[in-house]
């Protein structure tokens, strides 16, 4: 049995769990998320718990079950907590300003990237520091990452976007001849 999927998830005061048929949605303070179960996973509401079982032992049933449990897990931390990435702009001249709901990013190249953020995901700017948040978690992992890869940190200098804690391994740039 999965060591994941066999664990019941507590349902916190203000969220409500539905379920109709694979069909799970999830209320709470902070919004609403849905989620289309796999198939062979049911999702059974007992004592305010949320217990997943599966149907068979079969290895994609197996494979399904854990993952059921930890997107419904990610689905209530999500509308009573949110989830929130946090990255880190260094290098010269590179900057980033909120320009209405898109940000504007100059990042050494001869153009400024303008990046849309989808609905769904609100991006704050300190001094150099973007966070990311919101309440579904792929989608602010997604969005983080997708600001990253506009320029991605270099290990000669280290300059780039990158997570804040994030560790660029670093490399020594030409030593030069001895003549």
Same mark, same amino acid.
């Given at each position: $049995? ?8 507590? =349902? ?32 059974? =509401? ?25 997107? =419904?897990?990610? $689905? ?62 792929q989608q602010v992992g997604q969005v983080a990452a997708e600001i990253r890869a506009l320029r991605k940190p270099e290990p000669y200098k280290g300059k780039g976007i990158k997570y804040v804690g ?14």
């Open positions: $049995m999965s060591r994941i999927g066999k664990q019941p998830i507590d =349902l916190p005061g203000g969220v409500n769990l539905s379920v109709d048929g694979r069909q799970l949605s999830v209320s709470g303070p902070k919004g609403n998320l849905e989620l289309h179960s796999p198939s062979g996973i049911t999702v059974r =509401l007992v004592d305010n718990k949320a217990v997943i079982s599966r149907r068979s032992d079969s290895k994609q049933h197996r494979s399904n079950h854990g993952l059921a449990r930890a997107l =419904l897990q990610n $689905m209530i931390t999500g509308v009573t907590q949110g989830f929130e990435k946090k990255l880190e702009i260094s290098g010269v001249g590179y900057r980033v300003a909120q320009q209405g709901a898109d940000l504007k990013f100059n990042l050494g190249y001869s153009h400024d990237v303008i990046y849309k953020i989808p609905a769904g995901v609100t991006a704050t700017i300190e001094q150099n520091i973007i966070t990311v948040s919101g309440i579904n978690k994030e560790r660029i391994i670093r490399k020594a740039g030409k030593s030069g001849k001895d003549k």
